[in-house]
């Protein structure tokens, strides 16, 4: 999909409106330190934790945090991850941990494009993990985003490695319980896009999930893989 494509899909997908428009001053926050919210126990569609060891390799899943609407990509990836130090657009450095796991590979990032905001949804995705590069992709097994083709590692804290995005995808947290090999979220890191994405899509939110988009997760998360989630996960 060409960007001219990708315009007219996004004047049919309400998950990119006002991509064009954004506001300059746009409302983000920097933290520096792990800025920490209610633990969430990572667990599948029935409810059960999800163990680390069964995450397939480089396959692209998704679930909600800090908020109900904001959602995050979770990967395990075909390699550690060593830690990575990182810095935000201003300029503000932070120490990205690394992977999780007995392999140190699973890695969770905010799925909310640091560029202009673009999201998964239910009904389209513009932005998502790829095991092979896309046409104007530099390699493979990255994160791209097809408004403005941004692309991020996220073997390397999700650093940016081409396109506009200004910073890389905040980071998600996770701790790994060797012992009963689960997954719980608990802070962000880096740049935080949620203000503005909240303010940006106030109301497609509304219509979508309604007042408790807001919401904080607390206790579990739903994790999907990328594929069941979303109807079209958009190629380009
Ligand atoms: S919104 Fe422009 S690259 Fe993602």
New binding site residues.
């Given amino acids: 999909m060409d960007r001219r494509d990708f315009i007219e899909s996004c004047s049919k997908s309400a998950a990119c409106l006002g ?1 064009a428009t954004l506001p300059n001053t746009m409302a983000w926050a920097a933290y520096t330190q792990a800025h920490e919210y209610a633990k969430a126990l990572l667990c599948n569609a029935q409810g059960e934790p999800v163990k680390a060891s069964s995450l397939k390799v480089n396959t692209n899943y998704v679930f909600h945090y800090p908020f109900e609407a904001t959602p995050v990509f979770l990967l395990n990836l075909d390699k550690a991850a060593p830690p990575k130090s990182l810095n935000t657009k201003n300029k503000d450095t932070y120490a990205w941990p690394g992977g999780v796991g007995a392999n140190r590979s699973i890695v969770a990032f905010s799925a909310i ?6 999201y998964p949804t239910p009904q389209v995705s ?2 998502s993990f790829r095991k092979s590069r896309s046409t104007k992709g530099v390699q493979d097994n990255l994160i791209h ?1 097809c ?4 692309q991020y590692d996220p073997a390397l804290g999700a650093q940016v490695l081409s ?3 200004p910073q890389p995808l905040c980071a998600v947290l996770l701790q790994h319980d060797a012992k009963a090999d689960t997954l719980t979220a608990y802070a962000t890191l880096g740049g935080e896009m949620f203000e503005e994405f909240f303010k940006k899509y106030e109301a497609k939110l509304s219509l979508d999930i309604g007042a408790k988009a807001k919401n904080k997760i607390i206790a579990t998360a739903t994790v999907h893989e990328l594929e069941k989630f979303c109807r079209n996960a958009v190629q380009c």
Wanted: charged letters at 5%; hydrophobic letters at 45%.
């Fill in positions: 991509a494009c640091a560029h202009q905001l673009v513009f932005i985003c408004a403005d083709h941004s396109g506009p995005a």
